[in-house]
């Protein structure tokens, strides 16, 4: 089984920055890819982000691109997400998701692992 503890949301101004964290435990995900996740107040839940099991592979959604940055430190069992430039579209419960895969996947469907969330909150 595999733990997964998001932190670092919080509320922003637009224009602001957050890192999110995601600390992994239980059975080791560093031959896993991993997911940011998100769902906004009403609406489903989105992709944001992913990477493959080494970090060097990485995709993002259209809407954080050039914004955001996923990474992940393998040593310490995290990943993380860097927010720039945040919108109050933002606004959402962040969630982080471990891969069956090595390679990352846009689709939850590919995602066996999932923390409770963490909620980010842009003001305008």
């Known amino acids: 089984q595999v733990q997964l503890v998001e932190s670092g949301g919080g509320l922003v101004q637009a224009g602001g920055s957050l890192r999110l964290s995601c600390a992994a435990s239980g059975r080791t995900v560093n031959s896993n890819a991993m997911g940011w996740f998100r769902r906004a107040p009403g609406k489903e839940r989105d992709f944001v982000a992913a990477l493959n099991w080494s970090g060097m592979m990485k995709t993002y959604a259209d809407s954080v691109k050039g914004r955001f940055t996923i990474s992940r430190d393998n040593a310490k069992s995290t990943v993380y997400l860097e927010m720039n430039s945040l919108k109050p579209e933002d606004t959402a419960v962040y969630y982080c998701?471990?891969?069956?895969?090595?390679?990352?996947?846009?689709?939850?469907?590919?995602?066996?692992?999932w923390g409770r969330g963490t909620q980010v909150t842009v003001s305008s």
């Open positions: 998701a471990a891969s069956q895969f090595s390679s990352y996947s846009r689709s939850s469907n590919d995602y066996d692992y």
